[in-house]
């Protein structure tokens, strides 16, 4: 079975700054995707960004990128520019390739964006 | 396209009474999983759905808990004689029917059991 680590309970970063969230995960699959997803105070779950294994190249959407190491299975999200709606519980998922497969999260990161 | 619809969006029962959760998925996706999130948790699967069928239920309890897609209406997932453990946010999410691999999510219900 796929695990999925984050061991960041709670971060905190000062507006305009950078902050990474560390993941880790674990499969013996060797093509699947992996997302990070934002879910703020109102609870709904936004997708921030995704990434497919078998691409090498790093994902990026605007001011979020991941930096995404296949033989360390590690996914980590970088956040640029940090603004007080960054606000939320960062959620790392996994899943299988093939679609149609259910999503494995972590535990979460509480990130606070300090004014 | 109005997203992944649930309702009702809070849920009050008392112990013994029955939860019936409904999800309306995108217009055009055939696919719904169910997932519930416990106080300061993470979301875990529970039971993924096509139209009139159950895929996956593997992560749905054996007692008390039953889900349906039917082949016109909502998604609904049931939970009889709740138990305070059931008190959670429990998420819908659905994917269109050729291939795709993202879920998109609902905004959850919260259900408290007192």
């Known amino acids: 079975a796929q695990t999925v680590t984050q061991s960041q309970p709670e971060m905190s970063v000062q507006e305009a700054e950078t902050v990474t969230l560390s993941c880790t995960y674990d499969t013996s699959e060797s093509n699947y995707y992996l997302f990070w997803y934002k879910q703020p105070p109102s609870r709904q779950m936004i997708l921030v960004i995704r990434?497919?294994?078998?691409?090498?190249q790093n994902a990026t959407e605007n001011r979020f990128s991941v930096n995404f190491q296949k033989a360390a299975k590690s996914f980590s999200l970088k956040i640029s520019d940090s603004q007080l709606g960054d606000t939320a519980m960062y959620f790392c998922?996994?899943?299988?390739?093939?679609?149609?497969?259910?999503?494995?999260f972590g535990t979460g990161t509480k990130l606070q964006v300090i004014p | 396209n109005a997203g992944v619809m649930q309702n009702p969006r809070h849920l009050v029962r008392r112990r013994g009474q029955e939860a019936r959760l409904r999800c309306s998925p995108m217009k055009g996706h055939s696919h719904v999983y169910w997932y519930r999130q416990l106080p300061e948790e993470g979301l875990k699967f529970m039971v993924y759905?096509?139209?009139?069928?159950?895929?996956?239920e593997s992560g749905m309890p054996k007692e008390r808990f039953s889900a349906e897609f039917p082949k016109e209406g909502p998604s609904i997932l049931r939970i009889q004689q709740v138990v305070r453990g059931d008190s959670a946010a429990y998420f819908c999410a659905s994917s269109p029917p050729a291939g795709y691999y993202e879920q998109y999510f609902g905004p959850g219900t919260r259900l408290t059991v007192t």
């Open positions: 998922a996994f899943m299988n390739s093939g679609g149609y497969q259910k999503v494995t």
């Open positions: 759905l096509q139209k009139e069928n159950i895929i996956d």
């Open positions: 990434q497919e294994a078998y691409k090498q």
